[in-house]
């Protein structure tokens, strides 16, 4: 079973910058499409960025200019570089992973059924 471990939420204030990072526990960042989503309270979950072998196939207007997906094959990470952070950025956010492409929203146990692989979600608080 394939885990997605992420990591480098935190809590910023507005215009500030994070990296984020999701290490797999198998080679798969090479093979599989790979995306972020956030979730903020009572939202669906959301498609930021999604990328096959290293090709970005989808950007959020949302994060266009201030969010870039990037991978590194031989350490199985993806990484999600956050700048000119906002109030309205703050959510879980997940890394998610699929053979197939993943969706640009899923809600509840859904993204479960849909998406073959998901992370535990890290937190990004971007305040005043």
């Known amino acids: 079973q394939v885990q997605l471990v992420e990591s480098g939420g935190d809590s910023v204030q507005v215009g500030g910058s994070l990296k984020l990072s999701c290490e797999a526990s198998?080679?798969?960042?090479?093979?599989?499409?790979m995306g972020w989503y956030r979730q903020a309270p009572g939202q669906v979950r959301k498609l930021l960025s999604r990328?096959?072998?290293?090709?970005?196939?989808f950007l959020a207007d949302s994060v266009k200019g201030r969010f870039t997906i990037s991978q590194d094959n031989a350490r199985n990470t993806l990484y999600l570089e956050m700048t000119a952070l906002q109030t309205d950025d703050t959510a879980e956010y997940y890394c998610?992973?699929?053979?197939?492409?993943?969706?640009?929203?899923?809600?509840?146990?859904?993204?479960?059924?849909?998406?073959?692989?998901w992370g535990q979600g890290t937190q990004v608080t971007v305040s005043l």
């Open positions: 990328s096959r072998n290293e090709v970005t196939s």
């Open positions: 998610a992973a699929d053979m197939g492409m993943l969706p640009e929203y899923c809600k509840g146990s859904f993204c479960y059924d849909i998406v073959s692989y």
């Open positions: 198998e080679d798969i960042i090479s093979t599989y499409e």
